[in-house]
């Protein structure tokens, strides 16, 4: 979608947003996949209520797009503009145990710079890519630990109200890869409380949890990390691996050979490609064991 309207053009203009014409959303996944559409950038949290009046009014459809590293958008031009946050200079601010946090800023790179001033818990998030906001709207979790044991706050945009809120945590109820946020309230900041720990020994279970990592799912390769989520009790990786689907491939989307729940794009796969390939395993475990697998990856295929 291609935004060229004078007036909404000043519009954008007046609140500061910045217009990046023709965003290839392939270029912005982990998956590395996705079509073409306009993508917003904003600098100032203060500007998005009146962005979103603005586009509102102007009958501009628009989705929120954090990291990309849990998203599997659709091919060629796609019918809604992309708004994004500008990463945050600094992204951490330190107060005692809190940690006050900008959702765009860098999970990895979060996790490390609290390390750094002896504040741990979130060493099982060290290798998860994306952004914070990501890691928060999903409850991002990893080796035993999950984001939102440390929630103490967060600021963020209702979508039914396009008001800026502030949740306490207890407000918000953290599930396993599932928060009570609406679909497109758009996180903003966060507060989170941590234990204090020595910097050397949040070290050595970050580097356990990278080993585990690497010598389990293919880093180096393009995915949005699990494609479906854990059915109770039971392992979606185990279950594909189980039916001897790892290599089963729709043109450039297969099933990593190294974690049966990773889809690899080994080249120029299409969101048609991918689509048809979770659709493929997905009915085939369900024959194998009765189990209906929900998508752990986000999919944006309107
Ligand atoms: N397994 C297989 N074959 C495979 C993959 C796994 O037999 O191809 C077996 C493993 O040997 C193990 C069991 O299945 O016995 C569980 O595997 P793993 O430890 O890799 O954990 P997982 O349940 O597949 C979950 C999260 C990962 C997270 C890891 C480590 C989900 C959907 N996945 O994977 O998170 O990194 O635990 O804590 O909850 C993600 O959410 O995107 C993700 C990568």
Redesign the pocket.
């Known amino acids: 979608m291609r935004i060229n309207d004078p007036n909404l053009l000043k519009g954008l203009a007046e609140l500061g947003v910045e217009l990046r014409p023709a965003a290839k959303l392939s270029e912005l996944t982990s998956l590395g996949i996705g079509g073409t559409t306009d993508l917003l950038r904003i600098t100032k949290h203060e500007s998005i209520p009146g962005l979103l009046q603005l586009l509102g009014e102007n009958h501009v459809p628009h989705k929120f797009l954090g990291g990309g590293s849990n998203l599997l958008v659709n091919d060629g031009e796609l019918p809604w503009v992309i708004l994004q946050l500008a990463p945050p200079e600094p992204g951490v601010v330190l107060e005692g145990n809190l940690a006050h946090v900008d959702a765009a800023a860098d999970l990895g790179r979060t996790v490390t710079f609290c390390a750094k001033h002896d504040l741990g818990g979130m060493e ?1 998030l060290i290798g998860v890519p994306g952004t914070v906001g990501g890691a928060l709207r999903m409850n991002a979790g ?2 035993g630990m999950q984001i939102g044991s440390y929630v103490r706050e967060v600021k963020l945009c209702r979508a039914a109200t396009r008001k800026i809120d502030t949740l306490r945590g207890h407000q918000i109820s953290f599930e396993y ?1 599932h928060t009570s946020f609406a679909a497109d309230d758009m996180m903003l900041a966060v507060i989170l409380e941590l234990p204090s720990k020595p910097y050397n020994e949040i070290l050595k279970g970050i580097r356990i949890c990278n080993e585990k ?1 690497r010598s ?2 293919p880093l180096g390769q393009k995915s949005a ?2 494609i ?3 059915p109770l009790g039971a ?4 279950m ?2 189980e039916l001897g689907l ?1 290599g089963l491939s729709v043109g450039d989307a297969r099933v990593s050979d190294r ?3 990773f889809f690899v794009n080994t080249g120029r796969a299409s969101a048609k490609d991918m689509l048809a390939l979770i659709a493929d395993v997905r009915e085939r475990v369900h024959k194998a064991y009765g189990v209906a697998l929900e998508n ?1 990856v986000v999919v944006w295929n309107a």
């Open positions: 099982g990893a080796y890869r990592r389990s799912q990390g699990c479906f989520k854990n392992s979606a990786g185990r594909i691996d790892k974690h049966a729940n752990e």
